[in-house]
């Protein structure tokens, strides 16, 4: 399979570093600002989507769930409050957005069931068929290698878990698709320099959503890490898909 387009897109034009190295650092200089820009960037619409990310993941109620790409923990804090049973560890490349995350976790009186760590999707620190569940939000799309990222989740999934990916994906109805256009190269590149002073990552974010692999490109990876009964569902006029797929038992 031919490398993805997203992969070939890193956050800083002209640095030499791979992408991972990038996309910490991006995320690491973007933490304060991240989760007003991700309102922004959504129009408030993302809350629903990790909402219907969670009702997939509770289906099986799960009691060990790993969320990847946990940024701040909002998936992480919310899949613990609606399964009060499960423990979830969540992970994430960045240390500041780690950090940000812990502070909420406490906020929200999780502690107990919600651990954070700094760990690199491609190579965790996890043993074989430790989860029941991986989820992961808005994060796939930032790996260096999504085929070497899907193929660690299915290490450390357990048989007959299931890993559910919610990512931004580009709107198929024509209208719609015409003001994401306008949205995303002009509004938000403007307002994340300004508010997250990093003049490049709310210009690497919207491209990365481009350029990411989607609908049955995005399955087909998941069959060839070994995954199956891989599906999707678009939603809110296709701009972002909830994608599933099972560790065979």
């Given amino acids: 399979m031919n490398r993805p387009a997203v992969e070939q897109i890193n956050p800083y034009d002209g ?16 933490a304060p600002a991240y989760d007003f820009m991700n309102r922004a960037m959504t129009l408030g619409v993302d809350r629903a989507w990790r909402r219907k990310a969670v009702d997939v993941a509770a289906q099986d109620s799960p009691v060990r769930i790993l969320d990847l790409a946990t940024g701040t923990a909002d998936l992480a804090i919310a899949l613990a409050k609606r399964m009060p049973s ?76 299931r890993v559910v990916v919610l990512e931004l994906s580009t709107p198929t109805n024509p209208v719609a698709l015409g003001l994401y256009h306008i949205y995303t190269r002009t509004l938000i590149p403007a307002v994340g320099r300004l508010l997250s002073h ?8 919207p491209e990365s959503v481009r350029a990411v692999a989607q609908g049955e490109a995005m399955t087909a990876l998941m069959t060839e890490a070994g995954f199956t009964d891989a599906t999707f569902r678009r939603l809110t006029f296709g701009s972002c898909t909830i994608y599933t797929a099972t560790k065979p038992a």
């Fill in 198 to 205: 990093d003049r490049r990552a709310y210009s690497y974010l």
């Fill in 86 to 161: 499960a423990e979830i560890t969540g992970a994430d490349l960045s240390e500041r957005m780690i950090e940000a995350g812990r502070v909420k976790v406490a906020r929200a009186g999780l502690d107990d069931r919600v651990t954070l760590q700094v760990a690199d999707g491609l190579h965790l620190p996890m043993p074989d068929a430790t989860f029941d569940c991986i989820t992961i939000a808005y994060g796939i799309r930032n790996f260096a290698s999504m085929l070497d990222g899907y193929r660690e989740m299915w290490r450390v999934l357990r048989p007959g878990g």
């Fill in 15 to 30: 640095d030499t570093r791979g992408k991972t190295s990038q996309v910490r650092d991006m995320f690491d200089s973007i």
